[in-house]
T-cell receptor, first 116, second 115 residues
């Protein structure tokens, strides 16, 4: 069964509103989680590294004020897309690291965001 | 910086044919390699995961190989079926202080199996 759960799977929101996506590790603690996004007909690209109890590390070109990441517990990281616009419509997916070094990676199912 | 390339970008085959999807990566310092399936509008489904110390993994009609030294992996699908039609993604997960846990994806191969 799934060891990383992502919610919601689908979400439609109005332009200008914010939407939150959750990523949960179900039976292990993950000090590090990763967020990716996929634009149409493109590959999945790493957005940011979510670190429990500290600020996320964002990849170059990703706006940290627009994509707020909170990793408040060892089993939950959230990605909030603030003031969403149609160009933010994408597939977002998270992964969580298991094990001493966090190298065993499990992916969530992903979330489809449509901004109208 | 790790780069992952998948060839071909698209493939169309008649039902029943055996086929091979290719994945190459530039940095051999990987922790593992994973093959995923993605259906239109759906999430990712993990098919096979190969640890860096392994050479291959098999699941049903699927067989994935890994040659870490040459930076290559193949996904072999036997006796293809229309239900295998999807986009197949290859991803490598890095290791070390900088890249531990970070995955780099290829652009995918879109497979169409015709009845």
């Amino acid at each position: 069964g799934a060891v990383v759960s992502q919610h919601p799977s689908w979400v439609i929101c109005k332009s200008g509103t914010s939407v939150k996506i959750e990523c949960r590790s179900l039976d292990f603690q993950a000090t590090t989680m990763f967020w990716y996004r996929q634009f149409p007909k493109q590959s999945l690209m790493l957005m940011a590294t979510s670190n429990e109890g500290s600020k996320a590390t964002y990849e170059q070109g990703v706006e940290k004020d627009k994509f707020l990441i909170n990793h408040a517990s060892l089993t939950l990281s959230t990605l909030t897309v603030t003031s969403a616009h149609p160009e933010d419509s994408s597939f977002y997916i998270c992964s969580a690291g298991r094990g001493l070094l966090g190298n065993t990676i499990y992916f969530g199912e992903g979330s489809w965001l449509t901004v109208v | 910086k790790q780069e992952v390339t998948q060839i071909p970008a698209a493939l169309s085959v008649p039902e029943g044919e055996n086929l091979v999807l290719n994945c190459s990566f530039t940095d051999s310092a990987i922790y593992n390699l994973q093959w995923f399936r993605q259906d239109p509008g759906k999430g990712l489904t993990s098919l096979l995961l190969i640890q860096s110390s392994q050479r291959e993994q098999t699941s049903g009609r699927l067989n994935a190989s890994l040659d870490k030294s040459s930076g290559r992996s193949t996904l072999y699908i036997a006796a293809s079926q229309p239900g295998d039609s999807a986009t197949y993604l290859c991803a490598v997960t890095g290791t070390g202080n900088t890249n531990a846990g970070k995955s780099t994806f290829g652009d995918g191969t879109t497979l169409t199996v015709k009845p």
